[in-house]
C-alpha cells in the first residue's frame, strides 16, 4: 500500500479475512491493529470474532486473554431512533423497552423475510 493502514483499513481487512476464511492473513493484521487500537476493546472482539469462525477456539480464547489483561471492555453497542419527538435508545440485548416485545415481533418478521428472500436466491440460482 502506497499508505500506512490506519485502524479502519486493518478492521475492514480482518471482516474480509473472516469472510474469505483467511486466518493467516487474519494473524499477519492481528499485531498491527491491536498496536494502533490497544484500549478499542471491539477489536479484540473482532479478532477473536475471526478465529471463533474458523473453529479455532484456543486462539479466540488468546485474543480475549489479551483484551482482559490490558484490562480493556468493550462498550455496549446503542441504537437511538427518534419516533414523534421522542428518542429511544435501545442496547444489545435489552428488553427493558415498554415495546419491547412488539419491537422484537417486528423484528422477527423482517428477519423471516430477509432469509425467504435469500432462499428464492438461491433456489433461483441468484447468489
Given amino acids: 500500500m502506497p499508505i500506512e493502514p490506519d485502524s479502519i483499513i486493518l478492521g475492514t481487512f480482518m471482516n474480509a479475512c473472516k469472510m474469505n476464511r483467511n ?5 499477519v493484521a492481528e499485531n498491527k491493529l491491536l498496536e494502533i ?21 484456543d486462539e479466540m480464547r488468546r485474543v480475549m486473554q489479551r483484551m482482559r489483561g490490558k484490562a480493556v471492555k468493550k462498550l455496549t453497542g446503542r441504537s437511538w431512533v427518534h419516533v414523534k419527538n421522542n428518542v429511544h435508545v435501545f442496547t444489545s440485548g435489552d428488553r ?11 423484528l422477527g418478521c423482517l428477519i ?11 433456489i433461483s440460482g441468484i447468489d
Fill in 23 to 27: 486466518l493467516e492473513l487474519a494473524r
Fill in 37 to 57: 487500537e490497544a484500549d478499542n476493546g471491539a477489536r479484540y472482539v473482532q479478532l477473536a470474532n475471526v478465529y471463533a469462525s474458523e473453529g479455532k477456539w
Fill in 96 to 106: 427493558s423497552h415498554s415495546e419491547a416485545d412488539a419491537i422484537y415481533f417486528t
Fill in 112 to 122: 423471516q423475510e430477509l432469509c425467504d428472500v435469500g432462499e428464492d436466491k438461491r
